[in-house]
Each structure stands twice: as C-alpha cells, then as structure tokens.
C-alpha cells in the first residue's frame, strides 16, 4: 500500500505523506498543505479529520470495538473498577498493587473541599441545573490552587492538579445536587470507596440512616467505566483545544463539562428519559414517535439513537443494556419506561429509515434507565456522565501536554460581504 496520496489542483500536483496507526488506520497528513499550496480542507463537523494521534483509546466504529490502552471494554467493565481503569487512562498501564494503593489513598485523603467552596455554592440559586454548578467548581478549582495555573510547572504539581480534581469531582457532583434540591451538603466519608462515597453525599439526610446499596455502588462503577473514555470526541476535543493554550487542567476540564451538557453529546442520557416519559405520558404509541423520527418537517429525534462513529452497534449500548435489566431485577424495581424504551428499540432496528442510516441505540439509551433505578434524578445523568469521563479528559489533557501540541486554531472559508464603504446612519 502506498505511503504517500497525490493531490493534483489546477494541474499542479502534490504529495501528501499518508500515516497509519498500530490499528492500520491510516490518513493523509495535510498538515504542509496550505503552506505548498496555499489550499485548506474543509470539514464541518470535523467528520473526516483527524485532530491528533493518540494512544489512549481505540474504537473502530464498523466492527463495534472499544478499547482502553489496548483493554476491551467488555474486559474492564467485567473485571475491572473505575479507579483501576483512572489509573490505566491515564498513566498508560494497569497498576501494580502497591501503585494502586497509593492511587487510591492519594485520591480518598483529598475528597474535601475548601470551606470556602460552599460559599460559591451557595451563590447559585436553587433549582440551577447541576452540570453549570459542577463546570463552575471546577473552574473555581484555580483560584484555591493558582500552582495550577501554569501547566508546565512540575510534573508532581500536574499530578497534584489530577488527584486533587479525581477526588473533588465526586464532591462537587454531589453538592451540585444538594444545592439544586435545597439541603444542606455532606461531607465525604473516606471509609467508603469512590462510588460509595459519592452515594451517601448525595443521598444521605440529616435525619436519617443512609446505607449505601452495594447493588447501587457496583453499578455505578461499571457505568463509570464503560463512561471513562471515548477518544476525541466533542468534549474530549473541547479538553484538548483548550488545553492546547496553556489553559490549566481545571479550566479545560470545566470547558469539557460545558461541551458534554447538549443533548446531542452526553445531555442525551437526560433527554432520552423525557422521551421516554412523554411517549408514556402520550399513551406509550411507539410507532408514532418512529413516525415523528422519520419525518423531516418535524425537528423530532430519537434521543439515544445513532452515533458519529458507530455504524453497527455501540458496545457500550450492549454492555449497559443487560446491566439494565440485571440491576432492575436485583433492585426489584419494575420501570414501564423500559418496556418503551425495548419497544422503541425492536420498532427502530426493524425501520428501513434507521437501518439505512445504520441509526442504533447509543451508550445513552439505556443508561438513564439504570441512573432512574438507582434512585438519581434526571438532570443529574449527565453529572453522572461527567464523574465517568473525568479520566478520559485528564487522560486527554496530559497526552496533548505530554506531546507538545500546537494550539488549536482551524481555519475557515470566508463566504460574507466583500470590501464595502461604512455608511453614515442616515446613509443605512
Ligand atoms: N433520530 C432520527 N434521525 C436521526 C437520528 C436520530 N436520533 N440521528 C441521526 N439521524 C438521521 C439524520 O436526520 C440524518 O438523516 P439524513 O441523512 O436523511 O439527513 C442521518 O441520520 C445522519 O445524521 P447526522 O445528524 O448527520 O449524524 P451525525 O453523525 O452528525 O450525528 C448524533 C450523530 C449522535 C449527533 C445523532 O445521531 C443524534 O442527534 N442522535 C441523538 C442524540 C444522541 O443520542 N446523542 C448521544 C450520542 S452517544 C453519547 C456520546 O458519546 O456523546
């Protein structure tokens, strides 16, 4: 196969090197373009173009295969936790026990927050949707550790910067909640493990006992898991780019949490419950939302459906879907909403128009139901999304760092006015 791609523009001719990955994917490197030939790409959507080379997750999109640092998705969500799979993102391998160990006393002896944290808190109204509460503490993470700040500063204060945001994430997810409901926050227990924690600050009330479900925990960490990475996709990109300006870790994370909130990222998993309850509340006619999906006129989609890169199946979809069932069996809980949601899918995957488009379930269609089952409110799924993709953006943030990338800038085809003179008021 040849290593090299021949553009030929206006009987000129180029060449373009073309590069191939450890997966044999391969593309044209266009990044001498413009300067032999004064010519950009164009790419909306960044479809066909490829930001950077990474060596953190692979996905092959036709085939339906994940993978972490080289690890199945299926593998790490059966045998391994959420911390373990932190740990793998971001540091590049599985770690030894006694590396794992200290991973994990590192990140359980910083879960506190500055006090004065609450006080932030208590400035957003209740009722404010808890992912703008979350992007904003994390921001507020670079006033309370400007050594944050400068990106270059020192491996261990980088390092700092990530254990510090693993352990405050499950907190600050957690307040967020607390604060949109009106109740006074917990403070994190440091006997429990990460997802444990995270589910007693969040449930637990002044008045009452609260014992965390361990059925409830263990499912948290496999959503986290299969949640951890998803290479570049819009709020892996969004980490990457703002990072790319020297922006510190907390910053870029916090622009990762604002890109991941639409409904078309990872807000699906909240708007694919509200579907789900309007076609119930609707007399639960499937066909007629299939209808809706289908119809051009109408701005209607199926939440949960299709994929920017998955073409045959998600393989998180399948791991999430059984997971579903097993969890609302284990915690005896009977949902009419995943009757719907198993009857949107049959309707969907037997339509010419999805499978043309090869339209399946995604990552989100079935989470939601598991989060509703664990007893988390809606506008919460997409926090919970978030406390998952945190190791794939720090993973993210320190491979762009550790390579040295040069700061995002695209460029663009100017389609507006030509030159004109400035008017005067009256002359408008
Ligand atoms: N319902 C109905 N039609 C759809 C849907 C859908 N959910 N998704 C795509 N289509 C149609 C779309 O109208 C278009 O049809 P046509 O070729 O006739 O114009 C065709 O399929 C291709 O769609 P596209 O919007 O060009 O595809 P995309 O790659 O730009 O968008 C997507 C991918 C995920 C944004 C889109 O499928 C979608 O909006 N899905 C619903 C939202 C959702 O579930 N998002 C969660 C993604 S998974 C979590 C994550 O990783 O972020």
């Known amino acids: 196969m040849s290593n090299v791609a021949e553009l030929k523009v206006d009987g000129k ?14 593309a044209i490197d266009i990044s ?39 690890y199945s998705i299926e593998d790490l969500a059966e045998k391994s936790s959420f911390l373990e799979v932190a740990y793998l993102l971001i540091y590049g391998v599985l770690p030894k026990k006694d590396e794992f160990d200290t991973f994990k006393r590192d990140i359980t002896t910083h879960t506190l927050v500055h006090e004065d944290i609450k006080k932030i808190l208590d400035g957003f109204p209740s009722n404010s949707h808890p992912m703008g509460t979350l992007s904003s503490l994390v921001c507020s993470l ?29 907190t600050f997810a957690a307040w967020a909640y607390k604060n949109e409901v009106g109740h006074p926050v917990n403070y994190p227990d440091n006997s429990l493990d990460y997802c444990s924690n995270f589910l007693k600050m969040m449930f637990a009330l002044p008045a009452e006992q609260y014992d965390v479900d361990p059925v409830v925990a263990d499912a ?49 998993n909240q708007a694919v ?27 209607f989609r199926l939440m949960g459906f299709g994929h920017r890169v998955y073409k045959n199946f998600d393989p998180r979809a399948r791991i999430i879907k059984k997971a579903a069932d097993d969890v609302l069996s284990k915690l005896g809980v009977q949902d009419p ?11 969907a995957l037997n339509d010419d128009y999805f499978v043309e488009r ?56 100017y389609v507006g006015s030509n030159q004109r003179t400035y008017p005067s008021i009256d002359e408008r």
């Open 13 to 26: 001719s180029y060449e373009l090197p073309i590069i191939e990955g450890s997966e044999k994917e391969r």
């Open 358 to 413: 090869k339209l399946y379930p995604n990552v989100d269609f079935y989470s939601g139901i598991i989060y509703r089952a664990m007893g988390i409110p809606t506008e919460m799924f997409t926090v919970m999304f978030a406390l998952g993709r945190l190791p794939g953006w720090i993973a993210q943030w320190k491979e762009m760092r550790e390579n040295n990338e040069p700061i995002g800038r695209p460029r663009q085809i």
């Open 273 to 299: 419950i509200e579907m789900l309850e309007n076609i119930k509340a609707d007399g639960g006619d499937v066909k007629k939302y299939i209808d809706k999906a289908k119809d051009k006129d109408d701005s």
């Open 32 to 70: 001498k373009l413009r300067a032999q030939s004064g010519l950009i790409t164009i790419d909306p959507g960044f479809k066909n173009t490829g930001s950077t080379t990474s060596s953190i997750t692979f996905l092959d999109g036709e085939q339906g295969i994940l993978r972490y640092r080289g």
């Open 220 to 268: 948290l960490d496999k959503l986290l898991i299969l949640h951890a990475d998803h290479e570049q996709n819009c709020s892996a990109s969004t980490v990457r780019i703002v990072g790319s300006s020297k922006a510190s870790l907390y910053a870029s994370v916090s622009a990762g949490i604002n890109a991941l909130w639409g409904p078309l990222h990872g807000g699906a």
């Open 142 to 170: 670079t006033a309370f550790y400007p050594e944050s700040l400068d990106p270059n500063r020192s491996w261990e204060a980088t390092n700092m910067s990530i254990i510090r945001i693993l352990a405050k994430m499950p």
């Open 337 to 347: 909403v995943l009757d719907i949601a198993k009857g949107l899918e049959e309707a």
